[in-house]
Every structure is written in structure tokens, then in C-alpha cells.
């Protein structure tokens, strides 16, 4: 119980803080430029790994600095891996952080690009995890693959679709819980005709929408429950959905039951952890710890009440 394993990416980032973003054509100064740990993929295995579950990473890195620093940092988080050298440059991201916390970031998937033909070790931990959490940064095979060797009566397969891409019908069939933010529940839902993210619920038993400061809503048959977002100020949002998801992954991979309930009270658990880490710069510097997560939620335990809408 409480084993998540994520294949995924790994990215160094390369965060330029600004006033505003650019827009084409414009060239602003940077007011701080720092280097950090990054990739969704290794967000959110060290995200769950900080929640408290057992993680274990299957990915890429080159051969290369930025590959050092990435797997120190999976290291340093208690993280499991299973992680390819190729001989090639890892995983990067050039992000651009304004004012107001929010970004824009260019992914050169480098490594993360070779992880294909997963093999028989690979896919054996994704066997024995409790939760599989996948994303969309390394090959759709990969991702397709992963899925289904997962999928399974006791297992979850949890999928993040970001960045966004059109999702076959095959990948839905082996996923459990799909993880979107509203631009992308609006694309999928979009690509089922529907306006109405309740539609994908044709193709997943459960979706959940992320949506920013204004919390999440989780939506299976069972009921759509809204989780209200928390007021804090924000210093950068880079890498908290990725901190959603981690925490998400571990909180289900935790629980022994898989109800509308347990997914409300997971999301409400990866809710307050992405608003710890929109309060601090960076993706992986920013991913809370489950002490600090959960000192939050017992802090916040009398109004939980009212942060709840069943709709
Ligand atoms: O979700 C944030 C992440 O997206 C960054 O860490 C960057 O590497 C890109 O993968």
C-alpha cells in the first residue's frame, strides 16, 4: 500500500523572472534568473514521494550536468529510480515567470524523447504500484503502454493530459482518473462534441478539473463536488499542478478505498498542497512536505464545511 509510480519527464529549468511576458516581438530584461529541477514527470513523483507515498520514477536523462542535478534532486526526495542514460542531452525547459506568478514555458524534450520499448523491469514497477500517474511529456506509445500494463482491479491509472494532445480512445480505456486544467478539460470534452467536461465521464469513471486559485472539482457518477481554492499570494505557479497531481497520486496510492469520497478528500489534500506551492519560486523547491500539507489542512479542518459544495 502507498506505492506510486511515475514514467515521465525530467527537465532542468531555466526560470527568467519578469515584470510581464513578452509579447512577439517585444524583448524584456529579467529582474532574476535562477536553475532548477523540473519536468512534469519529476514534479510530481517527488510530490508524492514529499506526500508520503513509496515513489519510484521511470524516465530519461542524458548524459550531461543538468542530468546530475536532476537525479540529486530525485535522490534527495527519497525517490526510487529507474532511470535511462542515454547519450544524448537532458530534458529542458526555458520558463518565464511575470509578476503575478503566472508563466509561460518551451520544453526541448531532449531525453525524455528515448524513453520507448519500456522494459520487462520498467513495466514491473508499474505492475506493483498502487498508482500509476502518467503524463504527456515522453512518447504516447510509452504512455499507452504504461497504462496498460497497469490497468487493473486494484491498481489506479492516473493521467494528467498535459501538455495537452488529442487522447485516442484506447489510452481512456486503461485510465482511471483523467487530470485536467480547464483549457484542456475544455479541449477534451471538446473532442467528445460536448461542452461539458460530465461528457468525458463516457470514456474515464473520474475526471478532475483543476482550476487555478479556485480549487478543483471532481466529477465521477457518483456526484460533481467542487473543492474551493484558497486565497494566498502568489509568488509562482510553476509546477503546483504538477504538485496537485503528486499529492493526488499519493493520497489515493494511501487510502484503501477508490469512492467519490476518497477522491474529494484527495483532491482536497493535492488542492492544499498547490497552494503552498504557488507561495515559493521554482517547481521542485516549491513542493511541499506531508508536514506541512497536512498541519494546513488541520488548520483549515473546522472550515472544510464550507470550502465543500456538492453540487
Ligand atoms: O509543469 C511545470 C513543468 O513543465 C516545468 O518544471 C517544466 O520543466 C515543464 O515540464
Not at 483523467?178 to 468525458?200: C, M
Amino acid at each position: 500500500m502507498g506505492v506510486v509510480a511515475v514514467v515521465g519527464s525530467a527537465n532542468l529549468d531555466t526560470v527568467y523572472r519578469v515584470e510581464r511576458i513578452p509579447t512577439p516581438g517585444e524583448t524584456v530584461l529579467a529582474t532574476e534568473v535562477a536553475v532548477h529541477p523540473g519536468g512534469k514527470g519529476a514534479n510530481q513523483v517527488i510530490a508524492a514521494s514529499r506526500a508520503g507515498a513509496d515513489a519510484v520514477f521511470i524516465g530519461a536523462v542524458g548524459n550531461d550536468e543538468a542530468a546530475e542535478v536532476l537525479l540529486g534532486a530525485l535522490s534527495d526526495a527519497g525517490v526510487r529510480r529507474r532511470v535511462r542514460r542515454p547519450d544524448v542531452r537532458t530534458g529542458s525547459a526555458l520558463i518565464v515567470v511575470d509578476d503575478s506568478g503566472e508563466n509561460t514555458i518551451v520544453v526541448d524534450a531532449g531525453a525524455n524523447a528515448t524513453l520507448e520499448h519500456l522494459a520487462e523491469e520498467e513495466l514491473d514497477e508499474a505492475r506493483r504500484a498502487d498508482v500509476v500517474l502518467l503524463q504527456l511529456e515522453v512518447p504516447m506509445a510509452t504512455v499507452q503502454t504504461a497504462a496498460s500494463v497497469a490497468h487493473g482491479e486494484s491498481q489506479l491509472v492516473l493521467l494528467n493530459a498535459a501538455p495537452y494532445a488529442p487522447l485516442e480512445q484506447a489510452l481512456l480505456e486503461q485510465v482511471d482518473v483523467l487530470i485536467l486544467n480547464e483549457h484542456e478539460a475544455e479541449l477534451a470534452a471538446g473532442s467528445l462534441g460536448s461542452t461539458d467536461v460530465a461528457a468525458l465521464l463516457r470514456a474515464v469513471p473520474a475526471v478532475i478539473v483543476t482550476l487555478g486559485g479556485d480549487g478543483c472539482e471532481v466529477v465521477t457518477a457518483d456526484g460533481r463536488t467542487r473543492v474551493l481554492g484558497r486565497r494566498v499570494p502568489v509568488v509562482d505557479t510553476t509546477g503546483a499542478g504538477d504538485t496537485f497531481c503528486g499529492v493526488l497520486a499519493a493520497t489515493l496510492a494511501l487510502s484503501s478505498t477508490r469512492s467519490h469520497d476518497a477522491f474529494v478528500v484527495a483532491a482536497e489534500r493535492a488542492n492544499a498542497a498547490a497552494s503552498i506551492a504557488v507561495q515559493r519560486a521554482g517547481a521542485v523547491p516549491s513542493i511541499p512536505l506531508a508536514e506541512e500539507i497536512d498541519e494546513l489542512l488541520r488548520r483549515a479542518g473546522s472550515e472544510r464545511g464550507a470550502d465543500r459544495a456538492d453540487q
